[in-house]
């Protein structure tokens, strides 16, 4: 992502423009809420393992961790107010997205960025400052409302700024933002367990108030998308300085003139969730749905929720299991920067599939080695597959940093006509939010019911989804966004939808 590099799109229309320093450096603030959002998914698996922390709000799981030799290792954990603390911020995100939808489309990008800010900072305040069970949920819950928003805003500010030659890299940049957020919270769980008067979980959940205030304060100073502005005012002068400006030309009319197409049809359109079920945005509004969907059921959030918990069910102990989840978090990070440098060349489809292959072959291994070794009482049979469920942890977490995970949200941020693409998203964000949710409250009690077979579950589920990109997923990569409805024309089975009239489906 060199500065100064000339973009051209290789769809029906050429874009003049260089990755500017300042497309650059608005993207890495935006990108600040990805970092929030992955911390927030990081810590609660951290805490959760913590005693000091399990003793003052979950003191019926501490107790049967401790004391109860009866229960399985499986079901050491199963505790539905236990999940609930990790659920509530997915429950709370997914009701404020409908709000952030009107918000994004009606005031803009940059404002649903700043009130994610704000919602950030208070719920963090909250959970760092929590003395009973009611103030650390509704903590969470507030982080939840930042998440929403966030969520909601981010990938299409990200989309719309970036030049399309590298849109999948600056876009995949909010996914690495996750990582790096969920690594930063597996670093600070690791440090905070170790300080002497069980009171280190304070700082670990209102550390996430850090990052918070930089995604408020660069949200102050965050300039919006020429898309929103030409949407949202009907100017085209100031959308087109503005664009100038992020493309690092004058000669921005091509993308202008398309602009002013997508933004006349965009203002016609009253009611755009009335307007996505129509027949000719069948397969924005299948992708909306399916892919978020699929993206959960990778099982990627036991993971990310439950490392540290997941590793004490296999025997290792408090910082053991801490630092393992530390190990697996940069593994994803760096899984991401690495699709962010290969997904503009190979394509999305290309990281899809290998990906999925990838993903669904570690999983068998690892739902294996945990039926063959794993009893309902003390660790693993021997310490070599301890590690090497690790191992094969890492490797499943690679699989899904460089295909599902920045792709789940590239994909459908870069796939809407402009007078859809606020409830596109809307829709996007409420049904991960809603998998995230059932994953989150329903894991532990299915990993005490289906023990090991749980990665087989979620493995089956990889088949599906590799399955369904193969068939249903065109390319897209290159395409301006604003031209995206060409990849749909020749698909052999969407043009049947929305391609000429003699080749649609009756």
Known sequence: ????????????????????????????MAAMGGVIFGYDIGISGGVTSMEPFLKKFFPEVYT???????????????????????????????????????????????????????????????????????????????????????NQSVPLYLSEMAPPKFRGAINNGFQFSIGIGGLSASLINFGTEKIKGGWGWRISLAMAAFPATILTLGAIFLPETPNSLIQRNNDPHKAELMLRRVRGTDDVEAEMNDLVKASNVARNTKHPFRKIVERKYRPQLVMAIALPFFQQVTGINVIAFYAPLLFRTIGFGESGSLLSAVMTGAVGAFSTFISMLIVDKFGRRALFMAGGIQMFVSQIMIGGVMAAKLGDHGGVEGEGFAYMVIVLIGVYVAGFGWSWGPLGWLVPSEIFPLEIRSAGQS????VNFLFTFIVAQTFLAMLCHFRAGIFFFFGGWVVVMTAFVYLFLPETKNVPIEKMDEVWKSHWFWKGFVGPAEDRKI
């Open 64 to 150: 049967k961790m401790k004391q109860d030799s009866e229960i399985s290792n499986y079901c050491k954990f199963d505790s539905q107010l236990l999940t609930s603390f990790t659920s509530s911020l997915y429950l709370a995100g997914l009701v404020a997205s409908f709000f952030a939808s009107s918000v994004t489309k009606t005031f803009g990008r940059k404002p649903s960025i700043l009130i994610g800010g704000a919602a950030f900072l208070t719920g963090s305040a909250l959970g760092g400052a929590a003395i009973n069970i009611y103030m650390l949920i509704l903590g969470r819950m507030l982080l939840g409302v930042g998440v929403g928003f966030a």
């Open 427 to 430: 829709i996007t964000v409420v």
């Open 1 to 28: 992502m060199a500065v100064g590099l000339m973009v051209e799109s290789q769809g029906d229309g050429k874009y003049s423009g260089k990755m500017t320093p300042f497309v650059i450096f608005s993207c890495m």
